[in-house]
């Protein structure tokens, strides 16, 4: 079945360590998307791609990068200036962001905690 | 900038009550409306969009949501509810025009129902 897979689904990071969160698509879906949801917030953008070897900063990019090497592949660093890294992540698709009737498909999140 | 409103942080209903989730959003321009349902461990799924014509959507499961374009306003219905659609669901808003950061998300709102 064609899906969006995030991995891990939980993980843990010790102050000062970059981490890197896993998201590949079989969707074959041109634009990506990562995003953070904390309580009581929703879901803030961090990053998008709208196409391979381009990505773009969303709402609140800092602390975090990404890459856009391959087109099923889009990973998320959260890096030691992230300052409260702790939360959920999501990651997302959808066929292309200019076809902006198309509805996004998400992955299963990453929970991401700090020891 | 952009943004979505939720009326409720957290909806408590009995089985077989009906509910209205509040939805509305700040932008003048066209939009399309979508809202995402997420079930306790799992990710977010589509429940219904709207893009144009007929402002009343039937999604899944018997939501159905109403686009009012004078009030800014996508309510979420559902006639009589089920203990299985214990949840947070999602109001999101596609800016059209907007490429890229195109999809602003409310905050949420949780149901929870009693057998």
């Known amino acids: 079945d064609g899906g969006i897979t995030q991995s891990p689904k939980y993980l843990f990071r010790k102050e000062g360590q970059n981490v890197t969160l896993s998201c590949e698509q079989n969707l074959n879906h041109d634009a990506m998307y990562w995003y953070r949801q904390d309580p009581g917030q929703g879901l803030r953008l961090i990053y998008y791609s709208q196409i391979v070897n381009d990505f773009q900063k969303g709402d609140i990019a800092e602390g975090y990068s990404v890459s856009r090497e391959k087109k099923e592949s889009f990973p998320l660093t959260v890096t030691s200036a992230q300052k409260n890294p702790t939360a959920f992540y999501l990651c997302?698709?959808?066929?292309?962001?200019?076809?902006?009737?198309?509805?996004?498909?998400f992955g299963d999140g990453t929970r991401l905690s700090i020891l | 900038a952009q943004s979505v409103s939720q009326h409720n942080h957290h909806v408590i209903l009995s089985e077989a009550a009906s509910l209205e989730l509040g939805c509305n959003y700040s932008?003048?321009?066209?939009?399309?409306l979508f809202w995402y349902v997420q079930y306790p461990g799992q990710h977010l799924q589509l429940l219904l969009k709207?893009?144009?014509?007929?402002?009343l959507v039937k999604g899944i499961k018997g939501f159905e949501a109403e686009f009012i374009k004078s009030k800014f306003s996508f309510n979420l219905r559902k006639p009589s509810v089920q203990w299985s659609d214990t949840a947070e669901y999602f109001c999101a808003v596609n800016l059209l025009g907007n490429y890229g950061q195109n999809f602003v998300f409310g905050p949420g709102t949780r149901l929870s129902v009693l057998p």
């Open positions: 709207y893009f144009s014509g007929d402002p």
């Open positions: 932008y003048g321009g066209t939009v399309n």
């Open positions: 997302a698709s959808s066929i292309d962001t200019r076809a902006v009737n198309q509805p996004q498909h």
